[in-house]
């Protein structure tokens, strides 16, 4: 047993208690109300807080989708000036793939890693809650620049050498990459802590082929966010010292290549394409097995499949560049890389309808999002095997049909899983669930609305119109289905409003109810968090569980008789945990992670509109840092009478 | 400890119960790091004395690669314990971390250079 | 805590909205469907008219059928089994278990396998188009240079076949080290330069050299060829070739800034014959009006439009340091030595002349009469077919930046700006003057 | 300790109370490891291995710009330089014709520095693991080796900068400076942990139970080094 060691004794006499760190403060205790929101490192309030703030986010990403359809309504439409139009579409993408689908994704990821692998908290719980503010103000910050000065417009991939102080002299772009680089910091530290947390936190006997498919697809998530962040970083470090110190990076003038800032960009962007997928992936490989009541076919296929997605991910960047003049030789390898990527994804939708072969399928609401989620996913890959074609893809790229695409698989595939997500947690958060009614009206608005959006957009594309334009004139054909698009997205719209509505109604019912406990597993679910109370304790596990199979929840409440017949020999709400964990020992709120984060912003308007800026905002940031160094990572006299926790968190 | 024993029967054999500070290994010595150390400075001489030589394409940078290369190899392996790691339990996750990371960045970057034609 | 029964409030309302609303909205989409495929649509990319795009078409169509296939398996097998599995609320029964099957590793291995195979043989032929977009015509063949440009784009047709640049630094041949001179000394001056409208011999692949002035730009005539980027410091090859004579149009596909959605171009191919007569007349200098109020009209140009607009009649003046530039390569704006020989200007998107089939979106353009078109507009008989688009003409001079979206400020530290400047000083009857001087560019 | 009690009235075979393991264990909570490493330590080298990608894209940047700095200036985009006055042309030749003369022996002794600091780094640890009262010396050692690294760096780019090379000149300069640059600040960032470590030493808080501490200042420190490696021969010695 050499790798088990006794923890090292104290020596005698010291003590590791910071009373007031930098004499200034002590930590928070025990807050409650905003305090507590703001200085909490509780991994499922930072994960609700994630949820929020992307919901928050998306009512601008939506806003701005509504204003771009509203404007291609109708051919050579005056409702939106050029330069508004491509500050809007230019935001609307931005918004919505850094500050929507990725927090969505982070908000799972957050509140149920820790909950699946049986943990008490992520390995790092003040580096979560600074992951969770830092992505935070840096979108404030990106969405402050609508009021100093306009809007980034360059697109959402911002190519070189339109990004140039020289073709946009506004600071949007400024905004967009200090923005950015502010919400990727968050990206990274969050990374580097749910890795952490699923391979070294993971329960007793909870070898990794028994992680469920979500905390393995987010794990595979988490690896490329690792190493595609800071090549995005990159590129944004070289585009902001060409646009704030006059650098040459992409100064044509001077020798440079524009196509750098592709390559880089596109390195980070399609792992980034698959990061955003791949958690919607998971939520549905959770869903379908719960309410087709069978074990998820083909686990390992599924996980290696994830994995395979995730390697082959780094390797077909340039299929986004395929008529930016790369080369035959170039363009000849990356379609053949891009297109057997379609295996491993072919092989996941195969793997969930033979889940759904044979099993007794419950349509709730979760489950239709989910089920849709392999439809309208597919369409998607469909056309994305079509354009991995090198040469059919010089036709449609730049096209609607491009738009068509990434809508489907973004909007059909991450989102749909997403809303299936919160349909099928929203009862362990809040321990109530939403209404069904209400669901199934929300769901069938949202597939329609989506359809009737983003299908014609596909036979737009294969018309000839071109992305990003701001109009299009009277004779080129267009009219008919812009028309059908911009009346699916107003459908789409209240769709996706029905979201607050349903949680609005359901709160409102479940109060007039008196509360009514919704019980620890109200699905007859598989994994380790329906085996806790509904909303889940502060302390998650009152135990740590012991997992000995894959399903290990399920597999106690459904055995084999006599017989062999297999029969439910406990429902969930008899072997669940009951939640009074005396004794349990959590990591304490802090007051740093926030102030670190808040710093940091500071610094970016401080390189865009002044330098001054920055010593006020490095100060701050090292007083944040050292306070936070010397804070003991648990706080010592907060409900506890059990020995302490004894290690200094340094980082 | 006798609930640890049981479990590790019926468990996966990469998982395993304890306590952090597991992976205290076997840690080079103070005369290894100084050889290791000699080394390192010998083989940065020998990099700059063959900048020297006039040397043209490979026999000038291929020597020097391989170099880097040695130079790099001892210091993740002997100063940041990457060698030792291996030896205790799990300890190869590190050098998969960051080799895995490393392999990633470098073919990368290698077929971004094709892509400029910087081999040509 | 019952874990089911609140399900069985639902269950009645799901059949009463689920299946009619499907049906309605499959027949309406239908019905939408073949009314649009009656539209007329110049962009379509199903609608090959030169070899390169029928490549593309033939390499698709099978695939389009498989992707159909498989769209039909899976949509309709997740919607099969989702209604034949499911079970009814009022059903539910915890003990009435399906089979626990965990996985089958032949049918998973055949699914993995069995799409690698089939996407190997589709990569055969995939290849193969890739290579056969990028074949060129032999050197010495017609070479067109297409220079991206906020927001408009020139073509450079090289006169004398000896490419696009002269031998710059005197070693005696014409190489690639000429291009590492400064422009000036590289292009040729022989060549012709004109704005937006690509015209070629139809039958013949006509090869393309791409680069930008500016940021990317993409070259894309949809029926022609797919398209490739024009990209600044970079010289792309592509090319295209019509079938039959007529009017292709294209888009810029690269977001490239403000008036992105107003940059436009078309190709317009000619009988052989036709199109030798329309590249003599090109190559010829203008001659300057006989008309009083076109030569008023040439002070004024050469007064005010001169330091950003080149045209060549020999005598205008430009400014000392373009002076080895002129009098053929133009600057940062269209080459309007040929002006009314064109059809449309500013990036495509106006009409030069008024009347049937010429409007700028459109492809309806008789390209028979394509050479005639400055001739016919002075005809009284036929003056009403092809007139003139005068109005239209001095409002853009006076105010282009009104009538589409531009940056025209001008940047202190190059003197470059993007797009046209307003001229506010000019009076209308100069505005009339200079439309007039246009008029003659033929 | 978890209250029995609590489960009267509920099945015992098959929950999560029943297969729990000794109580006392799981108090701990964070600190139970499933591979039995550290999680500060798995942390770190994931950290660095990201690192990797962030590195990487610096030297590609670089390389790339130092080819087309040699070959391509000039061409650059001709259409774009068409417009320019040639007064500007001139000035952008002059520009192009600053290479940096790179002081190879200079560099080399730096070098040479920064790797005896990894050396005095991996002493520190051990001296803290063995809680041998010297790690004090070993890491004030680093720091000041790091500081002497980073008083070379700002002297070279001093020289660099008076030769003629600035930042916004050319495309070089700005792919070296950024790229050295970038290092450099890793180091600086370095030399601040190193310092507060220096202070924990002092103040004699630095003892063995805080091995790990120097142990991941160490990782990042050596990391940085091995950066350096990278740079050295890639940018100075291969031209």
Known sequence: MAIIEEPLALPEGTSTKVERPLGAYTR??????????????????????????????????????????????????QFLSADAYNQIFTMHGTVMIFLVVMPVGAAFANY???????????????????????????????????????????????????????????????????????????????????????????????????????????????????????????????LSTDRLFGANFFNVEQGADPLLWQHLFWIFGHPEVYLMILPAFGIVSEVIPTFARKPIFGYPFMVFSGIAIGFMGFGVWAHHMFVAGIGPLSVTAFTLATMFIAVPTGVKILNWLATLWGGRLTLNTPMLFAIALVTQFTIGGLSGVSHSLAAHDTQQTDTYYIVAHFHYVLFGGAFFGFVAGMYFWWPKAFGYKLNDKIGKVHFWTMVVGFNLTFGPQHILGLQGMPRRMHTYADAQGFNLWNAVSTFGSFILGIGTLMVLFNAAVSYRNWRAAARPDVGPDPWDSRSLEWSIQSPTPEHNFDVDPVVTQLDDFWHRKYQKDENGTLRQVHTGDEIAQPGNGEGVHLPAPSYWPIMLAFSIPILGYGLIFNLWLIVPAVILMLVALYGWALEPADDLDIDDHHDHDHELETV | MAADTQLHADTSTDTHVGHG???????????????????????????????????????????????????????????????????????????????????????????????????? | MGSRSDHSTVAVSRRRFGRPAVKAALVSTLVLILAACSDDKPLNTFE?????????????????????????????????????NRVKDEDFDPNDLPEQIHGNTKVEL????????????????????????????????????????????????????????????????????????????????????????????????????????????????????????????????????????????????????????????????????????????????????????????????????????????????????????????????????????????????????????????????????????????????????????????KQWVANAPGLKAMSSDVDPETGVGRGMLAFPQLTDEELDQVVAYLATLD | ?????????????????????????????????????????????????????????????????????????????????????????????????????????????????????????????????????????????????????????????????????????????????????????HVTGGILMLLSLVYMAFRGKLRSDRAETVELVGLYWHFVDIVWVLIFTIVYLIP
């Not at chain 3, 309806?364 to 005068?390: F, G, H, M």
């Open chain 1, 112 to 238: 149920l890693l820790p909950l699946q692998v049986g943990a008490r908290d992520v390995a790092f719980p003040r580096i979560n809650a600074f992951s969770f503010w830092i992505f935070f103000f840096g979108g404030l910050m990106l969405n402050t620049s609508w009021f100093l000065g306009g809007g980034a417009d360059g697109g959402w991939f911002n190519y070189a050498p339109n990004n140039g102080i020289a073709y946009s002299p506004t600071p949007g772009i400024d905004f967009w990459n200090i923005g950015l680089l502010i919400v990727g910091i968050g990206s990274l530290t969050g990374s580097v802590n749910l890795i952490t947390t699923v391979l070294n936190m993971r329960a007793p006997g909870m070898s990794m082929m028994k992680v469920p498919v979500f905390t393995w697809m987010t794990l595979v998530t988490q690896f490329l966010l690792l190493l595609a962040i800071p090549v995005l970083t990159v590129a944004q470090v070289l």
């Open chain 4, 1 to 185: 300790m978890t209250d029995v009690a609590a489960l009267d009235n509920r099945p015992v075979a098959n929950s999560y109370l029943a297969t729990a393991l000794d109580d006392h264990d799981d108090a701990h909570g964070g600190h139970r490891t499933s591979l039995g490493l550290s999680n500060m330590k798995l942390a770190m080298w994931l950290f660095l291995g990201s690192e990797c990608l962030l590195f990487g894209a610096l030297i590609s940047t670089y390389l790339l710009s130092k080819a087309r700095f040699v070959t391509e200036v000039v061409a650059g985009n001709p259409l774009v330089t068409s417009t320019m006055p040639a007064e500007l042309i001139q000035e952008f030749a002059e520009s192009q014709s600053v290479e940096p003369m790179y002081d190879i022996p200079f560099t080399s002794a730096s070098s040479f520095i920064l790797l005896m600091s990894s050396l005095t780094m991996v002493l520190a640890h051990k001296a803290t693991v063995e809680d041998n009262g010297q790690n004090k010396i070993w890491l004030s050692a680093t720091a000041l080796l790091g500081s002497i690294f980073i008083a070379g760096q700002v002297y070279e780019f001093t020289a660099f900068y008076r030769e003629g090379l600035t930042y916004t000149g050319n495309l070089f300069g700005s792919a070296f400076y950024t790229l050295t640059g970038f290092h450099g600040a």
């Open chain 2, 21 to 120: 500070h597991d992976d205290h290994g076997v840690h080079p010595t103070e005369r290894q790091y100084w050889l290791v150390f000699v080394a390192l400075f010998v083989l940065t001489g020998l990099e700059v004395a063959w900048s020297y030589l006039g040397l043209e394409g490979v026999a000038l940078w291929l020597p020097l690669l391989v170099m880097m290369t040695v130079k790099f190899l001892l210091v993740a392996g002997a100063f940041m314990h990457l060698y030792f790691d291996l030896k205790i339990l799990n300890g190869r996750l590190f050098a998969w971390a960051f080799g895995g990371s490393l392999v990633v960045a470098m073919s990368v970057y290698v077929v971004v250079f094709f892509a400029f034609d910087m081999f040509a």
């Open chain 3, 110 to 393: 055949t699914w993995t396998i069995l799409p690698a195979v089939i996407l190997a043989v589709i990569a055969i032929p995939v290849v193969n188009t890739i290579w056969f977009l990028e074949e060129t015509n032999e050197p010495d063949e017609l070479d067109v240079m297409v220079i991206g440009q906020q927001w408009w784009w020139e073509f450079r047709y090289d006169v004398d076949g000896d490419g696009f640049i002269i031998d710059a630094n005197g070693d005696g041949e014409v190489n690639d080290d000429d291009w590492e001179l400064p422009v000036q000394f590289i292009l040729d001056p022989d060549d012709v330069a004109t704005a937006n409208e690509m015209v070629v011999p139809a039958g013949e692949q006509v090869d393309l050299v791409l680069t930008s002035r500016d940021v990317i730009h993409s070259f894309w005539i949809p029926r022609l060829n797919g398209k490739r980027d024009t990209v600044p410091g970079r010289w792309h090859t592509w090319s295209l070739e019509a079938d039959n004579p007529g009017k292709y149009v294209g888009w810029c596909t690269e977001y490239c800034g403000l008036s992105h959605a107003r940059m436009r171009m078309s190709v317009i191919a000619l009988e052989p014959a036709d199109y030798q007569a329309w590249f003599e007349n090109q190559q010829q200098q203008a001659e300057v009006p006989t008309d009083e109020e076109a030569l008023a009209g040439r002070t004024v140009f050469q007064n005010q439009c001169i330091s950003c607009h080149v045209i060549d009649d020999g005598e205008l003046e430009y400014p000392d340091d373009y002076a080895s530039n002129v009098p053929l390569a133009s600057r940062a704006a269209p080459n309007l030595t040929h002006f009314a020989t064109r059809t449309t200007f500013a990036g495509s998107i106006f009409s030069v002349y008024e009347g049937e089939g010429t409007t700028a979106a459109d492809d309806a353009l008789e390209v028979s009469d394509y050479l005639q078109i400055p001739e016919l507009a002075k005809t009284p008989e036929t003056r009403d077919d092809y007139r003139l688009n005068t109005a239209l003409l």
């Open chain 1, 28 to 77: 928070p205790r025990n807050p409650a109300g905003l305090v507590n929101w703001l200085t909490t490192v509780d991994h499922k309030k930072i994960g609700i807080m994630y949820g929020t703030a992307a919901l928050f986010f998306l009512v601008i990403g939506g806003v701005a989708a509504l204003l771009i359809r509203i404007q291609l309504a109708v051919p050579d439409s």
């Open chain 3, 48 to 84: 090959p008219r030169g070899p390169k795009a029928e490549a593309i078409d033939n390499l698709m169509m099978p695939i389009w059928y498989v992707m159909g296939v498989v769209f039909l398996a899976v949509v309709g097998g997740g919607i099969v089994l989702s209604i034949r």
